[in-house]
Nanobody, 118 residues
Framework: VQLQASGGGSVQTGGSLRLSCAAS????????MGWFRQAPGKEREVVVS????????YQADSVKGRFTISRDNAKKTVYLQMNSLKPEDTAVYYC????????????WGQGTLVTVSS
């Protein structure tokens, strides 16, 4: 599987963006997917994740109620809908996949920059 993220950009506080992560390969549905972010001078952190069948999701406390992850296995794409954006959401966002049997995310896409201005 290879991952291609898109959808980053610049918005003002309170705005919305939707990131997409398109995957290649035939086994997308067998991967747990996640979105991570890394702000300048900070460590990379997990933002949201979604199970193989979209039956379970996780949201970091900092984004609960504002960010939603979803996936379309037929389109081999995972989405991150970001609402009520804040300046502290400014970061490079990465999508990642955890292959079956892997204890951690082991496939990474390139980052896409999200900038939120006040």
């Amino acid at each position: 599987v290879q991952l291609q993220a898109s959808g980053g950009g610049s918005v003002q506080t309170g705005g919305s963006l939707r990131l997409s992560c398109a995957a290649s390969g035939r086994t997308f549905g067998s991967y747990v997917m996640g979105w991570f972010r890394q702000a300048p001078g900070k460590e990379r952190e997990v933002v949201v994740s979604i199970g193989r069948s979209a039956g379970s999701t996780y949201q970091a406390d900092s984004v609960k109620g504002r960010f939603t992850i979803s996936r379309d296995n037929a389109k081999k794409t995972v989405y991150l809908q970001m609402n009520s954006l804040k300046p502290e959401d400014t970061a490079v966002y990465y999508c990642a996949a955890k292959s079956p049997g892997s204890w951690d995310y082991n496939i990474w896409g390139q980052g896409t920059l999200v900038t939120v201005s006040s």
